[in-house]
Nanobody, 127 residues
Framework: QVHLVESGGGLVQAGGSLRLSCAAS????????MGWFRQAPGKKREFVAA????????YYADSLKGRFTISRDNAKNTVSLQMNSLKPEDTAVYYC????????????????????WGQGTQVTVSS
């Protein structure tokens, strides 16, 4: 198992930036692909970004590419999400998740591929 804890959320003005962090327990962090998802009030949870086990490839929701950047540090068992040029519509609870070896690019975007989830961190962007 992997225990995930998100941090770094908060209140930010539109146009500002936040960096979210996800800390993972255990000693097999590098065995997992990692993803970020978000859920806004009244909306379904949606894909934000994902990164392969060794960080060699990244994936982003089309609407977020260019503003958000996912990265990981396997030595520290962490994955981060740098969010720039934030908009009010980015307001949501952001979740970190871990998946075991997705075998195709499309699976990195599929929520059911992620077996482990953090409790989320709130991001609120004011207009």
């Amino acid at each position: 198992q992997v225990h995930l804890v998100e941090s770094g959320g908060g209140l930010v003005q539109a146009g500002g930036s936040l960096r979210l962090s996800c800390a993972a327990s255990g000693r097999t962090f590098s065995s997992y692909a990692m993803g970020w998802f978000r859920q806004a009030p009244g909306k379904k949870r949606e894909f934000v970004a994902a990164i392969t086990r060794n960080g060699g490839s990244t994936y982003y929701a089309d609407s977020l590419k260019g503003r958000f950047t996912i990265s990981r540090d396997n030595a520290k068992n962490t994955v981060s999400l740098q969010m720039n040029s934030l908009k009010p519509e980015d307001t949501a609870v952001y979740y970190c998740a871990a998946a075991i070896a997705p075998y195709s690019a499309s699976l990195y975007l599929t929520q059911s591929e992620y077996a482990y989830w953090g409790q989320g961190t709130q991001v609120t962007v004011s207009s």
